[in-house]
């Protein structure tokens, strides 16, 4: 219920702010001649708190400065990014609605390949170049290369960077745990059922599948020593039960191809592409991921199908403990914080193949825009600095969303905001899963491929296609969209 509430009140926040935007008219000035900026973001209930803070804090920098720039939030109501891409693309070309904005990476290349996107280059070099008193770069310049820089030049500021890290419920670990050291201790199984919460049968089936009475250990945080295949698929397995339409499962681990590189890495293999530049999904290390997706989604059954998650989603369903380990983004985290209640959770690195891989996580860094049909190209680039200020960062880092900030100085006020959350064990986790990052290759044809692949996938889940079949579908569909052929 708790949830909820907050969900609620939130709601009638951003409609707020949603209808303050729409006034804005397309922009203009405002009764101080300041020019007003429109930014569009994503409505995002666990997310929107941050950028809203930024922008205020954006705003301030901009008023001491006195900019006569003033940025106004422009909330899409969405929560796709491919909608919301669809909607600032309809704004670039009536030339309305926000001129600044914030984009998933994977929606760059787009962007670029219709020049909607306005050249940031003289930002970036001064962000870049500046040092702190001890002659050290203020910002992280790799954050600001990949995707957005195309023929030398920058198209996009980093927002934050983002990685993937594997989260888990300690509580339902601990649940199990609790069960076998009761038993040793000769407790019965209805005593045992009291103690521990649980219902009588699934104390009895805990115990009849592991007579032995052996714990189960958390997952392993070391990414050069992280847990393999084979033991988070026999946790998850212990850790599923219930009927079909009240099951409680194990994992979630995402068998999507934004996932797939890191996983095929974490195997021996390739992120999606081989050294030459060839599509490397049809070789034995993708098989060997997708034998392992194929054994818990049908075998095992400890993994949602996308039919599982067609109405409650896996986030959705980890935040409520009815799944105990997920693999998804540090984006995450303040909805893990907020919304799993008295749960303790853990974070730990993404699972290998076998002990001799060290554990890669899959990286990106979503990027604020301008557009390259704004009337105010000036008012848009000191709306961008100021997004990219100190101050600006620092507001959105305590809000525990956007990702790892690209300013070393925040990156650590940033971290030091979770040693009061339920991660304060797992700083280190989180910040060494960011430096064994691997990127999704996005082009202009990934999205397309992306999709191709998602419409098809509950084929294979169903049982119509094998997954041998399916990876050879990913390497099908990566081949055309190289191609142009989608």
Request: aromatic content about 10%; hydrophobic content about 35%; overall charge negative.
């Amino acid at each position: 219920m708790k949830k909820f509430k907050k969900l609620i009140a939130y709601s009638l926040f951003i409609a707020a702010c949603t209808t303050l935007a729409s006034c804005g008219g397309g922009g203009g000035t405002d009764s101080d001649g300041n020019v007003v900026v429109k930014m569009s973001i994503m409505n995002s209930t666990n997310e929107n708190p941050g950028w809203l803070a930024q922008i205020e804090a954006a705003n301030a920098v901009l008023k001491a400065e006195d900019a006569k720039v003033v940025i106004e939030p422009e909330i899409i109501k969405t929560d796709s990014w491919d909608e919301y891409y669809t909607k600032i693309t309809s704004n670039i070309l009536g030339r309305i609605g926000g001129t600044i904005g914030r984009i998933a990476e994977s929606h760059i290349p787009l962007m670029l390949s219709k020049n909607q996107a306005a050249d940031v280059t003289d930002i970036v070099e001064e962000l870049v170049g500046k040092v702190d008193a001890n002659g050290k770069a203020e910002y992280n310049a790799s954050a600001f290369e990949g995707v957005a820089k195309k023929d030398g030049k920058y198209y996009g500021l980093p927002s934050g960077t983002q990685h993937m890290v594997l989260y888990y419920n300690k509580t339902i670990f601990d649940q199990y745990n609790q069960v076998l050291t009761l038993k040793g201790e000769n407790k019965t199984v209805e005593e045992i059922a009291t103690a521990t919460k649980l219902k009588a049968d699934r104390v009895t089936q805990i115990l009849e599948e592991n007579p032995s009475l052996t714990p189960l250990a958390y997952p392993s945080g070391d990414w050069s020593h992280a847990s393999t295949f084979a033991e988070i698929q026999d946790a998850a397995k212990k850790l599923s039960y219930g009927s079909t339409n009240a099951r409680r499962f194990g994992i979630s681990c995402g068998p999507f191809l934004a996932y797939a590189g890191m996983y095929s890495k974490n195997s021996g293999g390739y992120n999606i592409f081989d050294d030459n530049g060839n599509s490397a999904i049809k070789t034995q290390p993708f098989y060997d991921v997708y034998e392992w997706f194929d054994t818990m989604l049908k075998t095992d059954k400890s993994m949602p199908t996308t039919s599982d998650t067609a109405t409650s989603s896996a986030i959705d369903r980890f935040l409520s403990g009815n799944i105990a380990m997920m693999v998804d983004g540090v984006w995450q985290l303040h909805a893990i914080n907020n919304y799993t209640e008295d749960y303790e959770i853990g974070i730990a690195a993404i699972p290998v193949k076998s002990t001799e891989y060290t554990s890669y996580s899959t990286t990106f860094a979503d990027r604020f825009w301008a557009s390259s049909t704004s009337s105010h190209k000036d008012a848009d680039k000191k709306a961008l600095k100021a997004l990219m200020s100190v101050e600006a960062i620092t507001a959105l880092c305590e809000k525990q969303v956007g990702g790892l900030p690209v300013r070393d100085d925040c990156l650590d006020t940033y971290l030091s905001t979770l040693s009061t959350t339920k991660f304060a064990k797992d700083v280190a986790v989180i910040k060494q899963g960011a430096l064994n990052g691997v990127n999704v290759p996005y082009s202009t044809y990934y999205n397309l491929v992306d999709q191709r692949i998602n419409q098809k996938m509950s084929v294979w889940i169903n049982g119509e296609m094998t997954y041998q079949e399916f990876v050879d579908y990913m390497d099908e569909c990566m081949r055309l969209g190289m191609e142009g052929k989608l």
